[in-house]
């Protein structure tokens, strides 16, 4: 999760959809990561 926080949006978007699934939830609450971004990139 650490790795989250590091990397701009625009990777996250690009992200495979797979490593998103791997990384707990919970954690992905705790980044500083706008919901609306986790949705796109969903």
Do not use: E, M, Q
């Not at 992905?28 to 949705?39: G, H, K, M, Q, Y």
């Amino acid at each position: 999760a650490l790795w989250l926080a590091p990397v701009p949006r625009s990777a996250l978007r690009l992200a495979p959809v797979p490593r998103l699934a791997l990384v707990p939830w919970p954690a992905l609450r705790l980044a500083p990561v706008p919901r609306s971004a986790l949705r796109s990139a969903r």
